[in-house]
Each structure stands twice: as C-alpha cells, then as structure tokens.
C-alpha cells in the first residue's frame, strides 16, 4: 500500500508561482513512478506530468510545458511540482498519483491517487 498526500495548494495571480508537494508513505515507495494530474470544474481529470523512479526521466502535457517541474527527493518519499508563469486555465484540484508502470501515469491510470489539493488562480 502506498499513500499520498498532497499540500501547497492555493490562491495566486496569474503570473505568479506554487510549488505543490506529495509525501509518500509506506516502504515501496520509491519503487513506484509518480505523477500529477488535475481536474477542472466540469471536465475531465487530465495528466500533466510524471517522473520515473529514479528521477531521470520526465514527461509534461504540452499545456504545462516550460512552466511546471517535477521533482523527487526519493530520501523524503516525497515528489514536487513547481508551477510557474500560473495562468486562470491551471485552476483546477491537483492529484498525485503512484503508478507500478510508469507509462500508465501518461494513459491516465494510476495504482494509487492522493486526495487532491486545490489550485485557484485569478486573473
């Protein structure tokens, strides 16, 4: 079992920056590849980036990319998402997820979800 939590969310202007962090618990944490997604009132939940165990690898959605940044710090079990240059169109709740298989993160699918911290910026 692996649990998340996500925190950093909140209120900025546009054009301003949050840097969102998801602790990881339990002992096989670092063997899983993590990610974030987000939801926005009344669409879909969409991906928006990954990184894989080691941290060696990244993948972004071309609405994030230049302006966000995952990281890990395998030491903490934890993940981060710096986000920049924030726009009106990245409010929405963010959700990290825990995936065996990295490459489901970018198909959408998860092994385990965090509960979700909400991002609201303000034009």
């Known amino acids: 079992q692996v649990q998340l939590v996500e925190s950093g969310g909140g209120l900025v202007q546009a054009g301003g920056a949050l840097r969102l962090s998801c602790a990881a618990s339990g002992r096989t944490a670092r063997s899983y590849a993590m990610g974030w997604f987000r939801q926005a009132p009344g669409k879909e939940r969409e991906f928006v980036t990954s990184i894989s165990r080691s941290g060696g690898i990244t993948y972004y959605s071309d609405s994030v990319k230049g302006r966000f940044t995952i990281s890990r710090d395998n030491a903490k079990n934890t993940v981060y998402l710096q986000m920049n240059s924030l726009e009106p169109e990245d409010t929405a709740v963010y959700y990290c997820?825990?995936?065996?298989?990295?490459?489901?993160?970018?198909?959408?699918?998860?092994?385990?979800w965090g509960q979700g911290t909400q991002v609201t910026v303000s034009s």
């Open positions: 997820a825990a995936a065996f298989v990295g490459a489901n993160l970018r198909s959408g699918r998860s092994d385990y």
